[in-house]
């Protein structure tokens, strides 16, 4: 069985969901440091999914790299105001955008999507490596002599 840009696609969103209902989940019964980190964390897997869904064909490494670097963008974002603004008017606002900047959620978001990325090697490469290993393949032409 091979894992196809269409099942990624179709995964994705789920996986989202389930990054969003794990960190809802703790916010419900914690209200301290690791609350607010393993929010951090499952923000940038939510970042790592959406990417993923948007590239389903893009390889771990890269697929990371940009989750990875989109949190930063938004959390360096925080230092202008901006998103504090537009978070004192909307709850969504402040889900996404957060309201301050936090130097230590930039040590975070890795923590978030490194797991995720190396997962997706595991997962992608036995498809990878059945392709190169086929009889098949090793022919010049692909098929039979």
Request: aromatic fraction near 8%; hydrophobic fraction near 55%; charge should be positive.
């Amino acid at each position: 069985m091979s894992i196809t840009p269409k099942t990624v696609r179709l995964f994705m969103p789920v996986a989202a969901a389930l990054f969003l209902g794990v960190a809802l989940a703790i916010r419900a019964v914690d209200d301290g440091p690791v609350r607010q980190y393993s929010g951090t964390a499952l923000y940038a897997s939510m970042v790592w999914a959406g990417v993923l869904f948007l590239w389903p064909r893009m390889a771990p490494a890269p697929v990371g790299v940009i989750a990875v670097l989109f949190c930063w963008m938004v959390e360096c974002a925080q230092l202008t105001g901006v998103p504090a603004d537009l978070s004192a008017r909307s709850l969504v606002a402040r889900l996404a955008l957060g309201v301050q900047f936090d130097p230590v959620d930039l040590l975070w978001y890795p923590v978030g999507v490194i797991p995720l990325a190396a997962l997706h090697r595991l997962v992608a490469q036995p498809v990878s490596q059945a392709r190169m290993s086929s009889p098949c393949s090793s022919r010049p032409g692909g098929g039979r002599s």
